[in-house]
């Protein structure tokens, strides 16, 4: 890994966005993407570390926020130590995504990535039926239905991809190229010594040519 590399590990990416909207999605294919290039990455999945780290903590405003500050609070430890922390929460409160903010900025470089969706195409999404069984009044707090979503405002967020208009592979590309761009990493892949434009070229020209 070059010098350059390692100089900017210290960065946490935290994807903020309604539930069912690709969060986690597009930070899992992130996260390969980070490892395929050799960083160390450590993908916290929210959900997951409410269940095993805090099952005490319920829904309502102040414990969501109580759940920020814990997952900011690793982030800024894993942060320090160097490794390049994705985080997909639904964080629906301002407030709370800037303390996250706050604190990994004590010892790195934090960016806020805005998955956008529209509420109703999150819900034709919606795997495990819960905007269903929200809607009728099983679950209760429920972001986007009965709980509010304070939509990231242009100032807060460092990047945004639409979800609607783009697939999980597109969205990755356009959060890695912006990761290239704040200078996390050469936009040249050290396997083909290729830059992203040249890879581009070259793919084109071989679906023309019907190879792809």
Request: net charge negative; no cysteine; glycine share 4%.
């Given at each position: 890994m070059s010098e350059k590399q390692e100089q900017f590990n210290n960065f946490t990416?935290?994807?903020?966005?309604?539930?069912?909207?690709?969060?986690?999605?597009?930070?899992?294919?992130?996260?390969?993407?980070l490892r395929r290039r050799e960083l160390r990455v450590e993908n916290l999945d929210a959900d997951g570390l409410r269940k095993n780290l805090h099952p005490d903590l319920g829904f309502?405003?102040?414990?969501r926020g109580i759940n920020n500050r814990r997952i900011g609070y690793i982030s800024k430890l894993l942060t320090?130590?160097?490794?390049?922390?994705?985080?997909?929460?639904?964080?629906?409160?301002?407030?709370?995504?800037?303390?996250?903010?706050?604190?990994?900025?004590?010892?790195?470089?934090?960016?806020?990535i805005y998955v956008e969706c529209s509420v109703e195409t999150c819900k034709k999404r919606d795997p495990k039926g819960?905007?269903?069984?929200?809607?009728?009044?099983?679950?209760?707090?429920?972001?986007?239905?009965?709980?509010?979503?304070?939509?990231?405002?242009?100032?807060?967020?460092?990047?945004a991809v639409n979800?609607?208009?783009?697939?999980?592979?597109?969205?990755?590309?356009?959060?890695?190229?912006?990761?290239?761009n704040q200078g996390v990493f050469s936009a040249v892949d050290k396997y083909t010594g290729l830059n992203e434009h040249e890879e581009e070229e070259i793919m084109d020209r071989l679906k023309r040519l019907g190879y792809l």
């Open positions: 990416l935290w994807f903020t966005g309604l539930p069912s909207s690709g969060k986690s999605t597009v930070a899992k294919a992130v996260e390969n993407e309502s405003k102040e414990e320090k130590n160097d490794v390049a922390v994705i985080v997909a929460a639904v964080s629906p409160f301002k407030e709370y995504r800037q303390v996250a903010r706050e604190m990994v900025e004590e010892e790195g470089h934090f960016y806020m819960l905007y269903e069984k929200a809607e009728k009044g099983i679950i209760p707090k429920f972001t986007g239905v009965s709980h509010p979503f304070e939509e990231p405002q242009k100032d807060e967020y460092d990047l979800t609607e208009s783009l697939d999980p592979d597109s969205a990755k590309e356009k959060v890695i190229q912006f990761l290239s």
